[in-house]
């Protein structure tokens, strides 16, 4: 028999439906390469009893002809979303071994669709990170691994992006069929580029936020990673769903995302903002972006230079907004109700302990930032002027998109996968600049995804974005497929 | 604008998270780094800009004022550090 964890979604799929293999042989194939696969640290908890319970539930149901559209599909689960029975940390010494006794909605649309739980991801704590090195339980390890100018190739680790570090490195290295993440300011399109995977931040509102670790809520969206277009297709449409307990979950049919993949693009009308030109972004990047312009031209759609004249603001703009509700969110985390306790002097005493011993240092930062521009006398200087900046950006996207913009295309990062350690140094700054073409698309409350575009001379995976009209995902499907067709897929050389 | 000493550790007591007096330096260092990089959004004019308070247009949501969860005490506080009779345990906060 072929290797199972070399199929796509879509593949595995039509296969179990022939029943070429059982979902429990699929399931034990994934669990198989998962531990083959520990030195990439992708995953902070496996769970193979259940995975295996969930597969064979599934080979059970599937003999009596109910059939769900994931029907056998192992996905793993980034560790920011709560399930049920199942350790749940975000990557925190404050949550401890937290259990959480409910689901989340997203997972358990997952589970009722028919997928398979391999384990929990690896990703920074509470999400706050572009390179996953903020994890209590330590860096992931990028599959890929750049070749050094005689083309031997160089050992040294990368990081797989962050926040959602463990998902992107499990769907690239073949240990999960699909995951899930979740993007604030480019957590999902981040390390989808930097792994040569798909991921798609969906607009706000169009997956439900309960159930999984807040971060900063007017940002926070869940979204998937795949190995194809048709795959995230496949995945968002399980994701999405109307839920009564997210007060800003949108009342809105979900549709068939896959059926939009692989329809002509002719005639759309392709926006290429002049702003996302940065100085000093590698000649490699500005290559591949107008070879993305060329692909979607030659497949007849109309190319259209416009201006986001806000862009370089939101930056600034997200690094006011994003620590201000993320120490308003942060405040639970008390050592009280659950996770972490250390008891001091007198109530305020615990609490100060507890979180100073809890939190690593760049949620410590990024709190103290929150509490200092929420403060008196703050508060308008800075979280206002930066929620009126949003208006700013937004209405960017607005003017284009009624001048019959249907897409942006912009380059996902300024560079690609640098290695452990080299940017986790000084400045807390530098790491930030890494969202700076992702983190406009959550101000606005966009959709985005990121589809693999090519190989840069070091050979590591670089991604192009496309940005989209408020729930108007079948569009980036529809666009990012022809780029896939044209660009191809990307699989890193097996090493581990 | 950049924080002196005295505010890292007013800020630290607001967000309760205990600073170790050798740690303040480098905190204060790294505060004024992002406050840094955040200062050029002053140079946008942003008179008669509402500021956004929700990205996509539709109204909060309202649930029926029901009973529609509950009864689970056990379950609530199952992760709790300490807790006894169904009830959280924590330090003595009235003398």
Sequence with gaps: ?496 | MSVDRSTVVRVAHLARIRVAEEEVDKLQGELNSILGFVEQLAELDVTDVEPLTSVVPISMKKRADVVNDGGIPKKVTANAPLSEDDFFVVPKVVE
């Design chain 1, 1 to 496: 028999m072929t290797d199972l964890t070399a199929l796509t979604i879509a593949e595995a799929r039509d296969a179990l439906a022939k029943k070429d293999f059982t979902a429990l042989e699929l399931t034990d194939a994934y669990l198989g390469a998962m531990e083959k696969a520990r030195a990439l640290n992708a995953y902070v908890l496996e769970t193979p009893e259940k995975a295996r319970a969930m597969a064979a539930a599934s080979d059970a149901r599937r003999a009596e002809g109910r059939v769900g559209p994931l029907e056998g599909i192992p996905l793993g689960v980034k560790d920011l979303y709560c399930t049920e029975g199942v350790r749940t940390t975000a990557c925190s010494k404050i949550l401890d071994d937290f259990v959480p006794p409910y689901e989340s909605t997203v997972t358990s649309n997952l589970w009722a669709d028919g997928a398979v739980m391999l384990g929990k991801l690896n990703n920074d704590e509470f999400a706050m990170g572009s390179s996953n090195e903020t994890s209590c339980f330590g860096p992931v390890v990028n599959p890929w691994r750049r070749k050094a100018a005689d083309g031997s190739i160089d050992p040294t680790p990368l990081v797989p992006g962050g926040s959602s570090g463990g998902s992107s490195a499990a769907v690239a290295a073949h240990i999960a069929l699909g995951a899930t993440g979740t993007d604030t300011g480019g957590s999902i399109r981040q390390p989808a580029a930097f792994t040569g995977t798909v991921g798609i931040k969906p607009t706000y509102g169009r997956c439900s936020r309960w159930g999984i670790v807040a971060f900063a809520s007017s940002l926070d969206q869940a979204g998937p990673f795949a190995r194809t277009v048709r795959d995230a297709a496949i995945l968002l449409k399980s994701f999405a769903s109307v839920d009564p307990k997210d007060t800003t979950s949108v009342d809105l049919p979900v549709p068939d995302y896959e059926a939009a993949v692989g329809t002509s693009i002719k005639g759309k009308v392709i926006g290429i903002p002049r702003e996302y030109r940065v100085d000093g972004m590698p000649a490699e990047i500005e290559t591949l972006w107008s070879q993305g312009i060329d692909w979607l031209r030659a497949a007849g759609a109309e190319i259209r230079e416009i201006s986001l004249p806000h862009t370089k603001y939101a930056l600034p703009a997200y690094y006011i907004v994003a620590p201000a509700e993320a120490s308003s969110n942060l405040a639970r985390y008390d050592g009280i109700r659950y996770g972490l306790r250390v008891t001091g002097d007198d109530i305020t005493d615990t609490y100060e302990l507890t979180r100073a011993a809890g939190f690593g240092s760049e949620v410590r930062r990024r709190i103290m930032i929150g509490t200092y521009v929420l403060s008196a006398g703050y508060y308008d200087a800075y979280y206002v002027r930066a929620q009126k900046v949003r208006t700013l950006i937004k209405r960017d996207f607005d003017l284009a998109f009624q001048a019959g913009v249907d897409a942006v295309l912009t380059p996902a990062t300024p560079s690609s996968a640098f290695g452990i350690g080299e940017k986790s140094g000084g400045d807390p700054v530098e790491m930030y600049l890494n969202d700076i073409f992702t983190v406009t698309v959550n101000m606005a409350g966009l959709p985005g995804m990121v589809v693999p575009g090519g190989l840069d001379a070091k050979g590591l995976p670089l991604g192009l974005q496309l940005i989209g009209r408020p729930f108007e995902e079948e569009t980036l499907f529809q666009v990012g497929e022809v780029i896939e067709q044209a660009a191809g897929r990307f699989t890193p050389a097996k090493w581990w």
